[in-house]
């Protein structure tokens, strides 16, 4: 699902350029961008939504490993409570599930 979002470091000035990208992915809780500019794994993000005056603050968690077509993939957490995307997502398949035993086989 691509949304439309600018970022910025968290510890950016505040006459700083935040970048325009878009997302690859989206999950409950963060997604995956591809950016021109390069953010460390741990980097700390604002994060605001293009078209509504939706914001966030998020943690880069995954980096592409190199660059493609100029520009890197950067996969990241959503550090508020969930509901950012505005997005009923499906219900978690990794909890509760009675068929998957904690204890091992």
Same mark, same amino acid.
Do not use: C
């Given at each position: 699902?691509?949304?439309?979002?600018?970022?910025?470091?968290?510890?950016?000035?505040?006459?700083?350029?935040?970048?325009?990208?878009?997302?690859?992915?989206?999950?409950?809780? /963060?997604?995956? #961008?591809?950016?021109?500019?390069? !953010?460390?794994?741990? &980097?700390?993000?604002?994060? @605001?939504?293009?078209?509504?005056?939706?914001?966030?603050?998020?943690?880069?968690?995954?980096?592409?490993?190199?660059?493609?077509?100029?520009?890197?993939?950067? /996969?990241?957490? #959503?550090?508020?409570?969930?509901? !950012?995307?505005?997005? &009923?997502?499906?219900?978690? @398949?990794?909890?509760?599930?009675?068929?998957?035993?904690?204890?091992?086989?």
């Amino acid at each position: 699902m691509r949304v439309p979002l600018y970022i910025s470091p968290t510890n950016a000035p505040g006459t700083a350029d935040w970048e325009p990208v878009e997302t690859l992915v989206v999950s409950l809780h /963060g997604g995956m #961008i591809r950016s021109r500019k390069r !953010f460390p794994k741990g &980097t700390d993000l604002h994060i @605001r939504m293009r078209d509504k005056q939706r914001f966030t603050r998020g943690r880069v968690v995954w980096e592409a490993a190199g660059a493609k077509d100029l520009a890197f993939e950067i /996969g990241f957490e #959503i550090l508020d409570p969930p509901g !950012f995307w505005e997005i &009923t997502f499906p219900e978690d @398949r990794w909890s509760g599930d009675p068929h998957v035993s904690s204890k091992g086989s």
